[in-house]
């Protein structure tokens, strides 16, 4: 998020007030200063905007499945309005997106680490959690 705004407080506070669990939380993460510094081709991710919101929606009853995943949807979709630009892999959100979320995640950069990753790992060793894939490399017949 660009800017830490009224509007973004009061909606923070409207999702923590209809949140199904307790031990749910809302971590705002300032990145300005040093992260903000670095030049968006010089690391993978690029420069971020000033502040990070993760939702960390957690609880104990499976009986509460539904109803926190439900919230936890809503509150990530809420934050469209708010938020300028990608995500952050280490908050993931669902995963259900795969390449369209690994692609913002990297943005600009993207491309740049696909050939990285095709000259250093063109079998996809690494290759958990959201992946950036190699190109196939086309086998001589």
């Known amino acids: 998020m660009e800017e830490f705004s009224d509007g973004l407080i009061d909606a923070l506070c409207q999702l ?3 949140r199904p669990s307790p031990r749910t939380t809302m971590d705002v993460w300032p990145m300005a200063d040093a992260p903000s510094r670095v030049g968006a081709a010089d690391t993978a991710f690029g420069r971020r905007p000033p502040f990070m919101l993760a939702f960390e929606s957690s609880w104990t009853d499976p009986a509460q499945n539904d109803a926190n995943i439900a919230w936890a949807r809503n509150a990530h979709r809420s934050m469209d309005r708010f938020s300028s630009s990608g995500i952050y892999l280490n908050f993931p959100g669902f995963g259900e997106e795969k390449e369209e979320m690994v692609r913002a995640a990297y943005g600009a950069n993207y491309d740049r680490l696909v050939k990285i990753k095709t000259q250093y790992d063109p079998e996809n060793l690494f290759r958990m959690n959201l992946n950036i894939a ?7 017949a």
């Open 16 to 18: 923590a007030e209809s």
């Open 134 to 140: 190699p190109r196939t490399v086309a086998v001589p």
